[in-house]
């Protein structure tokens, strides 16, 4: 099957780029393109990391960050829980899903430095690999000792927390607020051997079906993310059919606050932005360009080049 591909750059505001290209290509070729020139790349010669990546290129808006993050983590989980591999390693744990749970267990040991942001992020590759290749593993969530780092949220950390998760929805997972707006309960959960959705909004990672006048698509949710959906879906007590990341009448509300966090972000940065361009500015305005006073400062004759490019000596 074809599937739509856009490589190249898009749109960077003040500058000149590239128009994108778009091809109709196999997902086997979008995956070794989303690959190239890494080490990584050598694992889609095994048929059943193939399948990982083939199922996200096909399913997803956007597969090269997804296939990169899945395949980088399963190359990592190859080398230091399989002995590299993962062939005999799938075969033991077909036999028994069991050793499956501890092969994932014996990864975390190594890692026990790590956050749960940081865990979920690394056990992406292996879950999807274990599930997709028949492999029956729980999605579950592995706990750290490590305090997980906060995002989107304010010092004192009492950002509304409703706000805080939609604002958390939009981060590294390619949704817009319209596709935000109609995902229910129902549409967040696991991926079967099958490439379904099969609805859990407790596993871990959390992938997310939406559709959108392409098709149907799914992305996953980041682990800080899926924790504060978790919460607040306990809190609202939402059901299947539910919108899964408000309620409908509060929705519209959240988004304004979100909107206006958002706004008071840009403006910010933009300020710290255009006050680091005037001081280096002001800088070489004064001492001339980099190495200018070089030669005057410690008594050596300046080069003919300054005479070249127009700039006084005396500078």
């Not at 871990?204 to 959906?229: D, H, K, N, Y």
């Not at 005037?278 to 410690?298: C, H, R």
Request: glycine share 6%; aromatic share 8%; charged share 25%.
């Amino acid at each position: 099957m074809a599937i739509r591909y856009e490589s190249g750059s898009t749109y960077f505001p003040g500058y000149e780029t590239n128009e994108s290209k778009i091809e109709y290509i196999s997902a086997e070729e979008v995956a070794r393109r989303s690959l190239v020139n890494r080490r990584e790349i050598t694992l889609l010669d095994d048929e059943s990391v193939m399948k990982v990546a083939a199922l996200l290129a096909e399913r997803t808006r956007k597969p090269d960050f997804w296939i990169r993050s899945a395949i980088t983590t399963l190359d990592r989980f190859s080398r230091e829980v399989c002995n590299s591999d993962l062939a005999s390693a799938l075969e033991s744990a077909k036999k028994d899903s069991l050793l499956a749970e501890l092969m994932i267990e014996k990864f975390l040991s190594l890692h026990s430095d790590l956050t749960n942001v940081q865990l979920a992020s690394l056990l992406f590759g292996p879950k999807l690999w274990f599930s997709l290749n028949g492999v029956d593993i729980p999605w579950s969530v592995h706990s750290s000792s490590e305090q997980q780092v906060h995002i989107a949220n304010s010092k004192a950390r009492d950002f509304n927390p409703a706000v805080r998760l939609l604002m958390l929805s939009l981060v590294g997972t390619g949704l817009t607020y319209e596709e935000v707006a109609t995902i229910k309960v129902k549409d967040a959960g696991s991926i079967d051997k099958s490439g379904k959705l099969v609805p859990n909004h407790l596993s871990s990672p959390l992938a997310i079906e939406f559709t959108t006048p392409e098709g149907v698509f799914i992305t996953f949710l980041g682990e800080e993310a899926r924790a504060v959906l978790v919460e607040q879906l306990t809190e609202r007590g939402a059901k299947a059919d539910d919108l899964l990341f408000a309620d409908k009448d509060q929705l519209e509300k959240f988004k304004e606050r979100a909107d206006a966090r958002g706004k008071a972000i840009i403006e910010t940065v933009n300020d710290v932005n255009v006050t680091l361009c005037k001081t280096v500015g002001d800088f070489f305005l004064q001492w001339g360009v980099p190495g200018a006073n070089f030669y005057k400062e410690n008594g050596l004759p300046q080069p003919d080049y300054y005479h070249e490019m127009e700039i006084p000596k005396d500078k």
